[in-house]
């Protein structure tokens, strides 16, 4: 009885942390897709990139892990500032299928350049003294980083549901999600509201990616195999809400823990299939908009 | 993309129609080294027209196609290598009603939803298929792959030789077939109630159009011709391994289609042939420069370019005759 309340406890602790990186990831993601109605397969390669950034920020310069992360998300978001006013602008009013294919050849250019740069193996972290070791906590060890990462997170999704929330800006973006044409005539620069946006999403994506290093792994191939999980979470929340990506992230990170840890030889089947039925059930997600 | 079909173009074969079989069949007499690659092709000639008649022609966007196309492969190996039939013919048809299956089931949930919903459970459906091929190992052969698949003579008579002769005119049998019948179907009144669903199915509804069977039936029928094609990709290699399935095979399909034009029957033939043969030479030398080129192109086509290499053709024919 003892060793299942420990492993429940385990499995309970290791998805929340899983599922909390997956929510930084793909929060951006949610919002964009809502905001802008912009199907951007390629959010994985901020995630990427973010990671990337850490490890080499860490390993090749030794500069100190706080300031590692924060370069991760200025980095991103700065680049992706880049990338949408240059490209992602010009396919706002085109077709599904070109934004598909669009985001799609940004994955494969992106697997290549990582490929190019770091190699095909994946790319160690190594965290700071003070992030290693364990908690102490009821009398149960718990992971020092993951602690950490469960708080740190906790702290971005409060800052980032006050801005959202509480803020001038917050109100822009969710009139805009709304009712854009609407948000327009009232006088709000949709335009700059979108790269502003776009921007933080990508940050954070970037940021996760940094954070999460330690749980997915930062390879090449990244983009291509994460990008499942980011699109279940945003589907299955429902576009354009925060609030339903925060529990489908949740829910997936402690399912794909707990299925991992008890049932391994199914592996993600029953997230997948979990996603279909959902979908089924409410086709626009849990928290998404009516259609 | 808005080529010309349906009720308004007219259906008679065009002399530039019999082209590709002829440079088919001159590739069999006059390049007997190329015949493995061709029939490598042939194999994507034939899947890439399956994801033409519901991506180009019915638009419903797909990114777990290489679902079916898996399905078909892994029947015929576990067929051949696990149950012993080895008749080419019947394992075609098995891989065919097998595949079709999955199209008809999934496609009764899939094209119920639309937009991001839509994507994600085509991509969920080929996941569940790659996750069920990993694990089963008794019978898949997991990440190994599976080995030992034999195929008997064609009818009986026709062995497959170690030149691949016999493998390329068996591909080259099935896609004229593929071809012929996907041609039929493009000009048919479903062809055309399929375009315009494409361009507006709201009032395709109005017009009374029974849209959800439209799309099911083409959706199935573009499972089972993927079914077909994965079929031939096992018998013509003698080996399935993991990479038939998943989003990978699914996006590289996409590539082909848009590369050559998408929307348009012969896109799918000049997708493959290019991309192919340009990865046989280019992407064993420089493999990240081979994934960066293609994502690039993706890039190019989709923001200048928008018919693929058939558009760009048209435009330029059209430009030549305009000043002739």
């Known amino acids: ?291 | 993309m808005n080529h010309p079909v349906g009720y308004n173009a007219s259906d008679r074969l065009r002399w530039t129609e019999w082209l590709p079989w002829a440079v088919a069949l001159a590739v069999f007499f006059l390049l007997p080294d190329y015949l493995s690659l061709g029939a490598r092709v042939l194999t994507y000639i034939l899947f890439a027209l399956s994801l033409d008649l519901i991506l180009g022609y019915a638009g419903i966007i797909t990114l777990g196609h290489a679902a079916f196309f898996g399905l078909g492969a892994y029947v015929t190996g576990i067929l051949s290598a696990k149950l012993g039939v080895t008749d080419p013919l019947l394992q075609m048809l098995a891989s065919a009603f097998a595949a079709g299956l999955l199209g008809l089931a999934t496609g009764a949930l899939v094209l119920r939803t639309h937009g991001l919903t839509q994507l994600m459970l085509t991509l969920a459906v080929a996941a569940v298929c790659l996750e069920i091929a990993n694990k089963a190992t008794p019978l898949t052969g997991g990440a190994d792959g599976l080995s030992g698949v034999t195929i008997a003579p064609i009818l009986g008579y026709f062995k497959f030789d170690m030149y691949g002769r016999t493998a390329y005119l068996w591909c080259l049998a099935l896609v004229f077939a593929g071809w012929y019948v996907i041609r039929r179907l493009i000009y048919s009144p479903f062809g055309a109630a399929l375009t315009g669903i494409r361009e507006n199915s709201v009032r395709m509804h109005a017009v009374g159009a029974p849209v959800f069977g439209r799309l099911l039936a083409v959706y199935t029928f573009s499972a089972m011709v993927a079914g077909i094609a994965g079929a031939l990709l096992t018998q013509t290699n003698q080996f399935v391994g993991l990479n038939v399935l998943g989003f990978e095979p699914s996006g590289e399909l996409l590539v082909m289609l848009i590369l050559g034009g998408v929307g348009r029957l012969y896109g799918a033939f000049v997708g493959p042939l290019v991309f192919l043969i340009a990865q046989d030479y280019l992407a064993r030398q420089f493999p990240e420069y081979w994934y960066f080129g293609i994502g690039l192109m993706l890039v190019i086509v989709v923001l200048f370019a928008r018919g693929g290499i058939l558009g760009i053709s048209d435009a330029l024919v059209a430009r030549l005759r305009g000043k002739a």
């Open chain 1, 1 to 291: 009885m003892e060793a299942f309340l420990s492993s429940l406890v385990s499995v309970a602790f290791h998805g929340v942390a899983y599922g909390m990186i997956l929510y930084v990831i793909s929060v951006g993601l949610s919002v964009t897709m809502g905001l802008m109605g912009f199907t951007n397969l390629a959010h994985g390669v901020f995630a990427m990139a973010g990671g990337y950034i850490l490890v080499t920020s860490l390993s090749r310069f030794n500069l100190p892990f706080p300031l590692a992360l924060a370069l991760s998300f200025l980095v991103v978001a700065a680049a992706s500032v880049i990338l949408e006013r240059l490209l992602y602008s010009r396919l706002y009013g085109a077709s599904e299928l070109e934004q598909v294919l669009f985001t799609i050849g940004l994955i494969f250019m992106s697997v290549a350049l990582a490929r190019l740069i770091y190699g095909t193996l994946q790319a160690p972290v190594v965290l700071p003294d003070y992030l290693k070791g364990q908690f102490a906590l009821l009398g149960r060890d718990f992971p020092a980083y993951r602690v950490f990462l469960i708080l740190f997170s906790a702290g971005m999704i409060g800052v980032l549901w006050f801005g959202v929330e509480r803020t001038l800006w917050g109100a822009m973006v969710r009139a805009a999600v709304d009712n854009r044409a609407m948000a327009q005539a009232i006088g709000i620069n949709t335009k700059r509201l979108f790269t502003i946006t776009f921007a933080v999403g990508s940050g954070l994506a970037g940021l996760g990616g940094a954070l999460g290093a330690d749980i997915i792994a930062i390879q090449p191939t990244y983009p291509f195999e994460q990008l499942v999980y980011f699109l279940i979470v945003v589907s299955v929340g429902g576009l354009g809400s925060l609030r339903g990506p925060f529990i489908a992230a949740l829910l997936i990170g402690i399912t794909d823990t707990a299925c991992k840890y008890w049932v391994p030889q199914f592996g993600a089947f029953f997230i997948y299939a979990a996603t279909i039925g959902l979908l089924l059930w409410r086709p626009m997600g849990l928290f998404g908009k009516r259609a």
